[in-house]
T-cell receptor, first 113, second 114 residues
Framework: NAGVTQTPKFRVLKTGQSMTLLCAQDMNHEYMYWYRQDPGMGLRLIHYSVGEGTTAKGEVPDGYNVSRLKKQNFLLGLESAAPSQTSVYFC????????????FGQGTRLTVV | KQEVTQIPAALSVPEGENLVLNCSFTDSAIYNLQWFRQDPGKGLTSLLLIQSSQREQTSGRLNASLDKSSGRSTLYIAASQPGDSATYLCAVRPSGGSNYKLTFGKGTLLTVNP
């Protein structure tokens, strides 16, 4: 019962460095999402995907890129990290049928110094 | 734009007490509402999901209700335990074209004291 798995769990980056966060789900879900969670701001949607090969912008997409080359994986990239991107990042996926329930990963805590 | 508010922001109760967490939303055109639990440093665990046509859902000691017309949902926790201590988040999924996204409240931090 892996569900949604995020890699890595923690990371410290220097300003200007790049990195990729990996999200993998084993539930055969079509929809996948990347959120960030900041104190006092709640969860905000960065990018999402409605299926393999598709991506779309959410509320706060600037400074991030995503790719969905395989149905089970959704990658979030930071090309040039900034301190404002210090946050906890969550990946989620959801069912397609009438229930449309969302399931979340354990999060990646990213610090940009 | 949908806005979700959770009151109170924090709640501290003695063990054994029954309690209610509140969630309100501004746009009643929702598809469903989901309650999550988040432990410190962890991800979100889905607790209950209520479809727009439903009035309530129950799981063990948890009962969630939905009054779509008034834009309100409550999460009732019976006989609270220290292990219930966590942040509880509600999220609404809109009906229609924006159905892909969830709008979250900022959560209620619950502390159950032994």
């Amino acid at each position: 019962n892996a569900g949604v798995t995020q890699t890595p769990k923690f990371r410290v980056l220097k300003t200007g460095q790049s990195m990729t966060l990996l999200c993998a789900q084993d539930m055969n879900h079509e929809y996948m999402y990347w959120y960030r969670q900041d104190p006092g701001m709640g969860l905000r949607l960065i990018h999402y995907s409605v299926g393999e090969g598709t991506t779309a912008k959410g509320e706060v997409p600037d400074g991030y890129n995503v790719s969905r080359l395989k149905k089970q994986n959704f990658l979030l990239g930071l090309e040039s990290a900034a301190p404002s991107q210090t946050s906890v990042y969550f990946c989620a996926s959801r069912t397609v049928g009438s229930r449309r329930e969302a399931f979340f990963g354990q999060g990646t805590r990213l610090t940009v110094v | 734009k949908q806005e979700v508010t959770q009151i109170p922001a924090a709640l501290s109760v003695p063990e054994g007490e029954n309690l209610v967490l509140n969630c309100s939303f501004t746009d009643s055109a929702i598809y469903n509402l989901q309650w999550f639990r988040q432990d410190p440093g962890k991800g979100l665990t889905s607790l209950l999901l209520i479809q727009s046509s439903q009035r309530e859902q129950t799981s063990g000691r948890l009962n969630a209700s939905l009054d779509k017309s008034s834009g309100r949902s409550t999460l009732y926790i019976a006989a609270s335990q220290p292990g219930d201590s966590a942040t509880y988040l509600c999220a609404v999924r809109p009906s229609g074209g924006s159905n892909y996204k969830l709008t979250f409240g900022k959560g209620t931090l619950l502390t159950v004291n032994p």
